[in-house]
Structure formats: structure tokens, C-alpha cells
């Protein structure tokens, strides 16, 4: 039982480049979620999903796209990277969404020169 | 607005000092609060939590009470250990399921 895992653990951008993270689990949860993680900001929901063929944009979604084609794989996409989404982004998982915890994996970080 | 503020860090302890991160909220009813930690090239993890108003969410000697006169859930632990260094986030859960997360307070201990 690996939990929440992602790929890759790093990656250098330039700009206008794309790129897409892997975010899989295998607790067979429903919710997924992708955040960003910035200094002195905590972290801010970029999208979610709250089942299999649904997403849903969070706080700042603007520069990114989603896909849930599979319950387990949460995929974030960058189709033209810019430096401002220089971040580290962590996924996260939950069987629902009411006082479920969300689990964690152990994070990407993503610098775009 | 709906927000999470906790004290700006780094907090630096010594070994077996007393810990208190403060953290408040603003929402509408009684959220379900939260206290992740990340250790340093981790994910996070979720360290304890509070479902309803005066609740005592507790775990490997962290406390936090949902106080809702106050709209608090400040973190304690009596005697810190440097394996304590970490970074600790208040959360609380908006009126859907997702987490609205502090700045995030850094706890260093030194021996």
C-alpha cells in the first residue's frame, strides 16, 4: 500500500515548455485534489475531483488543467509554463469529503526558468 | 472572508520547552479544524483534528481545542523533542470538503 504518490519528484521548465504530474493512489478514494505550495502562502487548491470523469477548479486553477480518466490517476497539466508557476505542488486524496483526512504525497517541485 | 491565520514563525525552542502555535479562523457555522505537519522534504501529514465545537483533538503529545467563542484551535505540546522540527499547518474544512490552509508555522528545536 504505496498511498499517494507522484511523479516526477522534480523537474526544470522553461518557459512556454509543458509538462504533466502523475498523481496516483491506491486507497481507492474518491476525492482527489492538486495544490500548490508557495513560501508564506500554505497551500492553495489548484483543482479538485470529487470522482472518476469529474474535476472542478479550487482557488487558482488559471495556467492548469486536470484530468480523472481513471479513480486511482489524478493528472495536472502545464501546456505553457510560466515562472510564476515555479512551485512545489502536492496531490492528495480523501474517501470523502465531509471530515475525511486528506492524504498526502510527498510532493513535486516544479521550477520554470 | 473565510480564512486561517496563524502566527508568523520560526518559532526556536529548546529541547523539553513548552509549544504553543496560535491559529484562528473566520467561517460561517463550526468547520471541521485541522492540524497537518510536514517534515522537512516530506509530504503532509495529518497530525490531529477537531470535528466539532469543543472538541480535544490530540496525537504523540500535540493537543489543540476547538474553541468556538474564540474561533481557535491553537496547537500545544508540554515537552518538545528536536525531532519536532517541522512545519505546521492550521487548516479548516469550507462548506464542500476542501481544506482552507494557513501560512504554515515553522518549529525549530534545538537540543
Known amino acids: 500500500n504505496a498511498g499517494v504518490t507522484q511523479t516526477p519528484k522534480f523537474r526544470v521548465l522553461k518557459t512556454g515548455q509543458s509538462m504533466t504530474l502523475l498523481c496516483a493512489q491506491d486507497?481507492?478514494?474518491?476525492?482527489m485534489y492538486w495544490y500548490r505550495q508557495d513560501p508564506g502562502m500554505g497551500l492553495r487548491l489548484i483543482h479538485y475531483s470529487v470522482g472518476e470523469g469529474t474535476t472542478a477548479k479550487g482557488e487558482v486553477p488559471d495556467g492548469y488543467n486536470v484530468s480523472r480518466l481513471k479513480k486511482q490517476n489524478f493528472l495536472l497539466g502545464l501546456e505553457s509554463a510560466a515562472p510564476s508557476q515555479t512551485s512545489v505542488y502536492f496531490c492528495?486524496?480523501?474517501?470523502?469529503?465531509?471530515?475525511?483526512?486528506?492524504?498526502f504525497g510527498p510532493g513535486t517541485r516544479l521550477t520554470v526558468l | 472572508g473565510n480564512s486561517v491565520t496563524q502566527m508568523e514563525g520560526p518559532v526556536t525552542l529548546s529541547e523539553e520547552a513548552f509549544l504553543t502555535i496560535n491559529c484562528t479562523y473566520t467561517?460561517?457555522?463550526?468547520?471541521?479544524l485541522f492540524w497537518y505537519v510536514q517534515y522537512p522534504g516530506e509530504g503532509l501529514q495529518l497530525l490531529l483534528k477537531?470535528?466539532?465545537?469543543?472538541d480535544k483533538g490530540s496525537n504523540k503529545g500535540f493537543e489543540a481545542t476547538y474553541r468556538k467563542e474564540t474561533t481557535s484551535f491553537h496547537l500545544e505540546k508540554g515537552s518538545v523533542q528536536v525531532s519536532d522540527s517541522a512545519v505546521y499547518f492550521c487548516a479548516r474544512r469550507d462548506s464542500s470538503y476542501k481544506l482552507i490552509f494557513g501560512s504554515g508555522t515553522r518549529l525549530l528545536v534545538r537540543p
Open positions: 467561517a460561517t457555522g463550526y468547520p471541521s
Open positions: 492528495a486524496s480523501s474517501q470523502s469529503g465531509s471530515t475525511d483526512t486528506q492524504y
Open positions: 477537531a470535528t466539532k465545537a469543543d
Open positions: 486507497m481507492n478514494h474518491e476525492y
